[in-house]
């Protein structure tokens, strides 16, 4: 059985997470994101894309303006509100959905809380600016706390573990505990294992196959594959280059599925519609299983 979550947000709302995975359409308000940097850097065409997300399935909007692909160098405070704060404000007036801020830095999450986002989305579990658990705190947001290593230009260097499934869950364990100090309640807190962030495909791949190990955390679970770096290395034509990003979409998909099964309480995509459509899927297979054990188990008492 997956199990359910009610996790508050802020101006009185709730996220009740159970029978179905939820799906987080991606906003990229960047010029040089991995997969779609420049496409949505108009606020207008932004807004309008999230409008869309929600039309084909998505439950929460994640916008982010700040690249965080290996390599990509840090933006200024400055330029990443400039960025996402037209795009939050329209949305907020524009879809019920809860909108996420995906950002690491206090004075953007601020910024952004104030102006209707509900979630933040910290690549760093609240590593590279400590000061975010206050403010996630005051403004009693919810937070997703990401496992990485180091920064977007050294994150592989850091990609060495002896277990990484029991490492990067000690690590999150640590994240969890530092926002519960700031005092951000736990019935506020999400993780997510970061796959391909300081991991190598094969350690993403492993993080896949064990993501039900994850509940001992005793917190929701965030999965984001879309469109990587390791989907594309699998997928490698025969002269060796990784599939390009744009045609990763059924490899997605996959692991929506995987995560919807192992009960990842929600998917962070770039493609909204196919995931949403794979995670209906299985909650109609785990309800059907959920009946016939029920049935089998009071034929077995009837007896």
Avoid at 54 to 83: K, N, Q
Avoid at 85 to 106: M, N, W
Avoid at 170 to 188: K, M, N, Q, T, Y
Wanted: net charge neutral.
């Amino acid at each position: 059985m997956r199990r359910a979550y009610t996790v508050h947000l802020p101006r009185g709302r709730r996220l009740q997470l159970g029978a179905k995975t939820l799906v987080m359409g991606i906003i990229n308000v960047t010029p040089d994101s991995f997969s779609d940097g420049g496409v949505l850097l108009d606020p207008a065409q932004a807004i309008e894309a999230g409008v869309q997300m929600v039309a084909e399935g998505a439950d929460i909007l994640d916008i982010g303006g700040e690249s965080t692909r290996p390599g990509a160098l840090p933006l200024s405070e400055a330029d990443e509100l400039r960025r996402v704060i037209p795009v939050v404000r329209g949305l907020a007036s524009r879809v019920e959905a809860p909108l996420s801020i995906d950002t690491y830095k206090a004075a953007v999450a601020d910024a952004a809380l104030e102006c209707g986002a509900a979630i933040v989305n910290d690549i760093s579990g609240l590593r590279y600016e400590p000061a975010l658990a206050q403010v996630i705190a005051s403004r009693r947001a919810a937070v997703v706390l990401m496992h990485t290593r180091g920064r977007s230009r050294d994150m592989y260097e850091h990609a060495v573990y002896h277990d990484v499934v029991d490492e990067v869950r000690d690590e999150l364990r640590e994240s969890i505990a530092f926002a519960l100090s700031a005092g951000v309640p736990p019935d506020c807190v999400m993780v997510d294992p970061g796959l391909g962030f300081a991991k190598q495909p094969a350690h993403s791949y492993e993080l896949l196959a064990r993501l039900d190990e994850f509940s001992e955390l005793g917190r929701p679970l965030l999965v984001g594959a879309s469109r990587k770096r390791f989907l594309g290395s699998l997928l490698a034509g025969a002269d060796g280059g990784a599939r390009p990003v744009e045609e990763r979409e059924h490899a997605t998909t996959a692991t929506t599925v995987l995560a919807a099964a192992a009960g990842a309480w929600c998917v962070r995509v770039h493609d909204v519609r196919p995931s949403a459509d794979a995670v209906r899927v299985v909650a109609a297979a785990k309800a059907a299983g959920a009946v016939r054990a029920a049935a089998a188990s009071l034929g077995s008492g009837a007896r």
